[in-house]
């Protein structure tokens, strides 16, 4: 099994939330990247979401978005994100790493050698945003030799039928995406994320995990009263980008606003 589902079978019998942040591998400078990544998984996060910089993120609101455009600007590519996973594997073996981006980027890299270096990295997942299911088969493949987990978006917009489809391809766990969150968390429809997780779950028997409008401790723990991860991405990237000239006051930042956001607290 892979070590996403380990984590998450490891939760579920502790009756608690997973907890994914994100943030966009290199925005700030690889220094300061690596530190963060150490800090995510040092205050709490189960699984990390590290954004593969893509010059065209058009998935991605106007915050991520800069940040790929900053991280790109800087030189950033795939080879960077492989070793920032690599230096943070040869001292942490239990957090999850996820890296979420865009098909182009990993099709110019190859679908073969892709998978092969991120199994040698210790990457645990793979995110592609503008992959849809009925694409996917021929880079499953490649990351199935290595249990390498392919997830997937869901919308509240995703049809029975897609659900249907996405839960034949997809493993480790599920990226809701609330589209009601765009304009922050005050205006997340805890109801509607409800309505459409119950909805989803006549289909999906992975973990799902839900993301968008998670900006503090209240709505994190609401959402994450039936929802089997919370993710905050847009949070952290705007720390990153406020503060990225000073490497001590971000970290403490990031770590700061992980204790605040988190679902549930872990002991650090």
Known sequence: ?????????????????????????????????????????????????????FSDPMADGPVIAKSHERAVADGIDLHDVFAI?????????STGIVLMGYTNPIEVFGFTDFAARADEAGVDGIL??????????DLKKELDKYQIDLIFLVAPTTTDERLEDISKIASGYIYYVSLKGVTGAGNLDVDSVN???????????????????????????????????VIVGSALVSIVEELSSDKDKMVTKVGNCLLYTSPSPRDS
Do not use: W
Not at 18 to 27: S, V
Not at 30 to 49: H, K, P, R, Y
Not at 128 to 137: C, S, T, Y
Not at 201 to 221: L, S
């Open 1 to 53: 099994m892979s070590r996403i589902f380990n984590i998450f079978k490891k939760l579920d019998e502790a009756d608690q939330t997973a907890f994914i942040p994100f943030i966009t591998a290199g925005d700030g400078g690889l220094d300061n990247c690596e530190a963060l990544v150490f800090t995510l998984a040092d205050s709490g996060a189960d699984i990390i979401e590290l954004g593969m910089p």
């Open 85 to 93: 996973v690599e230096r943070f594997r040869e001292h942490n073996q």
């Open 128 to 137: 592609v945003v503008d992959m849809p299911p009925e694409e996917a088969a």
């Open 195 to 229: 309505f459409h997780l119950k909805r989803m779950r006549n289909y999906i028997k992975i973990p799902v995990g839900v993301g968008f409008g998670i900006k503090d401790a209240q709505t994190a723990k609401q959402v994450g009263e039936n929802a089997d991860a």
